[in-house]
């Protein structure tokens, strides 16, 4: 169980610096948008910037798929589907399997 909560905080967190991040000013100031102006247009692009936003979505609904699964309601395991009181199922609501 801890294990999944630190992959879905690992989800969530990477998903929201994808999609914050290339629409904020240390976007445009980046180490290699220095080292290679280049590549400045490139970085700028805001085609770029969105498809690096639906990254971070993926990452986030990802994130919260893996979540899921830990909220689901469940019975008691040791219970049969069609409750402890009734026989086998027949498709039929109350009905029993004659012996």
Do not use: C
């Not at 102006?37 to 969105?50: D, E, K, W, Y």
């Not at 990452?59 to 009734?86: C, H, I, K, S, Y």
């Amino acid at each position: 169980m801890i294990r999944r909560l630190v992959f879905v905080a690992f989800f969530v967190e990477v998903g929201l610096l994808l999609i914050v991040l290339p629409w904020s000013a240390f976007w445009e100031q980046n180490y290699f948008a220095r080292a290679w102006p280049a590549l400045q247009p490139f970085f700028v692009n805001n085609f770029i910037r969105g498809g690096i936003t639906g990254l971070g979505l993926v990452n986030l609904v990802a994130g919260v798929f893996e979540l899921m699964p830990m909220f689901d309601v469940r019975g008691d395991q040791n219970t049969p589907l069609n409750g402890p009181d009734q026989g086998p199922y027949t498709g039929k609501r109350g009905a029993q399997v004659e012996p």
